[in-house]
Nanobody, 120 residues
């Protein structure tokens, strides 16, 4: 089992910054090999934001956040971060972290989500 908890959401004006954290715990946390951020805006489907490889630290991002958002990890603490800069109103959403662990090829652990609101 892997338990994920996001923190750091809030409200910010356009152009501002926020940093989200996602802490992983549980007996299977040692087997995490990818962690990712997703977001879901009101009335829209959940969309991929970016992910980090736990073994190589390689990151990939959605085009909509590239060059503004940065994912990093503190692997000793099983914690992933999302640094969001130059925020836009269209970044307003509930942000979720997810993990792939064990032998799963899908995202098999999800956090409860944290709200990010960007005002113009």
């Amino acid at each position: 089992q892997v338990h994920l908890v996001e923190t750091g959401g809030g409200s910010v004006q356009a152009g501002g910054s926020l940093r989200l954290s996602c802490a992983a715990s549980g007996g299977s946390a040692y087997s995490i090999y990818f962690m990712a951020w997703f977001r879901q805006a009101p009335g829209k489907e959940r969309e991929f934001v970016g992910r980090i490889s736990w073994s190589t630290e390689n990151t990939i991002y959605a085009d909509s956040v590239k060059d503004r958002f940065t994912i990093s990890g503190d692997f000793a603490k099983n914690t992933m971060y999302l640094q969001m800069n130059s925020l836009k109103p269209e970044d307003t959403a509930v942000y979720y972290c997810a993990a792939r662990h064990g032998t799963s090829a899908t995202w098999n652990a999800w956090g409860q989500g944290t709200q990010v609101t960007v005002s113009s």
